[in-house]
């Protein structure tokens, strides 16, 4: 079945230090790919997303890109700021599979001054 | 973005008593209701999808006489656990989607932290 593995956290850095939280995907067909952000007592929230191979998701400098060849979906950013501190959801959706979305089991970042 | 809210934030309940956990739509119509379940350090697990006015489908080995799923209006979900065992402490999280939308315009209720004493 479709599934999805994240790296192990707590990732732990030091502000603006580069971060990668690393994602790759088990699916059939070609699955809808996200991130979500769940901040310190707050709901998820979407950051970003890609559809299709190739496409790049981007927002608030994170980034991440639809690498089929490798089927990741790896979380990336410059520069990280204390503020970027929460847990990291990575998950995927198929049309097919009535709106189920499959998440990765989160990353926790932690940001220090 | 859309809102939604998920009430009580926390609860502790005795073995054996029922628990009721509302998730409410503030600011748009969610046809689409998911509830999912987290256990520590693991992922968040679809448990069921509830549609507005109709039974609620639910996932393989998903006990639906244990987790009673109710999506009674297009704004109000709840899920009651029934009967509550300390294996059910858990957090629990729902979901919405707008109407005649699909799960990437999903938005999260801030959860629930379950614990059964």
């Known amino acids: 079945g479709d599934s999805v593995t994240q790296m192990e956290g707590p990732v732990t850095l030091s502000e603006e230090a580069f971060l990668t939280i690393n994602c790759t995907y088990t699916a059939t067909g070609y699955p809808s790919l996200f991130w979500y952000v769940q901040y310190p007592g707050e709901g998820l929230q979407l950051l970003l997303k890609a559809t299709k191979a190739d496409d790049k998701g981007s927002n608030k400098g994170f980034e991440a890109t639809y690498r089929k060849e490798t089927t990741s979906f790896h979380l990336e950013k410059g520069s990280v700021q204390v503020s970027d501190s929460a847990v990291y959801f990575c998950?995927?959706?198929?049309?097919?599979?009535?709106?189920?979305?499959?998440f990765g089991s989160g990353t926790r970042l932690l940001v220090r001054p | 973005g859309a809102v939604v809210s998920q009430h009580p934030s926390r609860v502790i309940c005795k073995s054996g008593t029922s628990v009721k956990i509302e998730c409410r739509s503030l600011d748009f119509q969610a046809t689409t209701m998911f509830w999912y379940r987290q256990f520590p350090k693991q992922s968040l697990m679809l448990m069921a999808t509830?549609?507005?006015?109709?039974?609620?489908?639910?996932e393989q080995g998903v006990e639906k006489d244990k987790f009673l799923i109710n999506h009674a209006s297009l704004t109000l979900s709840t899920l009651t656990v029934t009967s509550a065992h300390p294996e059910d402490s858990s957090f629990y999280i729902c979901s919405a989607g707008m109407t005649g939308g699909i799960s990437t315009e999903a938005f999260f209720g801030q959860g629930t932290r379950l614990t059964v004493v």
């Open positions: 998950a995927l959706y198929r049309m097919d599979s009535s709106y189920k979305l499959i």
């Open positions: 509830s549609n507005e006015g109709s039974k609620a489908t639910y």
